[in-house]
C-alpha cells in the first residue's frame, strides 16, 4: 500500500504525464490524488521539491518494474538481455506511456532547475548500472552496454511519438547488440 508521500507523487506524476509541465500545480495534485487542499505542498513546500520527488518515485517505480520484469532463474544470455531489454522498451512505451511522458517532461524542466537535472541524472544513472551490469554478464563491456542503454532511450522516445508505433524492439536490438564487440553470432 502506498503512503500519502507515494499517493501525492503518483497522482504528480499522473498530471505531469497527461498534462505535462504547466498543468503540474500543488491544486491538481490534490486533486488528482483526491487529498484535501494543502496536502502536496505539506510534502513539497515548493515546484522544484515537487519535481525532485517526482524523479525520484519515477527512478523507484522503474526500478520495481525492472527488477519485476527481469527476475529468472539461470544463466543470463545475449537472447535474455535482448528479450527484457525489449520489454521495458514495451513496457515504457505501451504499458506505462504516462510516467515516460511526465519524465520527458522533466527533462523540460530540469533545464531551468539545477536540482531536478541531478535527481534526473542520478536516477538514470543507477537504471543504466543495471543495465551495463546485466549486459556485462553476456561479455558486453560498459562503454558498449552504454549504447545500448541510449538506443533504448531513443526507442522509447520514437515510439511514444508514433514513428515506431507497434513494432517489436527485440529485432533492432538483437542487430545492435550482436554488432557489439564479443558478441557476433
Not at 91 to 96: C, L, P
Not at 108 to 117: D, F, L, R, Y
Not at 145 to 161: E, F, S
Request: glycine fraction near 8%.
Amino acid at each position: 500500500m502506498a503512503t500519502k508521500r507515494e499517493q501525492v507523487l503518483d497522482a504528480a506524476i499522473e498530471v505531469l504525464g497527461t498534462g505535462g509541465s504547466r498543468a503540474l500545480t500543488h491544486r491538481a495534485v490534490d486533486q488528482a490524488a483526491d487529498l484535501p487542499a494543502g496536502s502536496t505542498s505539506n510534502y513539497f513546500r515548493t515546484r522544484e521539491a515537487l519535481l525532485c520527488g517526482v524523479a525520484e518515485r519515477l527512478e523507484q517505480r522503474d526500478h520495481a518494474d525492472w527488477t519485476a520484469m527481469h527476475r529468472r532463474l539461470g544463466p543470463l544470455t545475449l537472447d535474455h538481455l535482448v528479450d527484457a531489454l525489449a520489454r521495458f522498451i514495451t513496457h515504457a512505451s505501451t504499458t506505462d506511456p504516462t510516467r515516460t511522458q511526465a519524465r520527458l517532461a522533466l527533462f523540460g524542466e530540469s533545464q531551468a532547475m539545477p536540482a531536478v537535472a541531478e535527481s534526473l541524472q542520478r536516477g538514470h544513472g543507477r537504471l543504466r548500472e543495471q543495465a551495463i551490469e546485466l549486459a556485462a554478464q553476456v561479455g558486453i563491456g560498459h562503454t558498449d552496454a552504454a549504447i545500448l542503454v541510449d538506443y533504448m532511450d531513443g526507442a522509447v522516445i520514437h515510439r511514444l511519438t508514433g514513428a515506431d508505433h507497434g513494432k517489436d524492439p527485440r529485432e533492432a536490438l538483437e542487430r545492435l547488440a550482436r554488432a557489439l564487440p564479443g558478441n557476433r553470432s
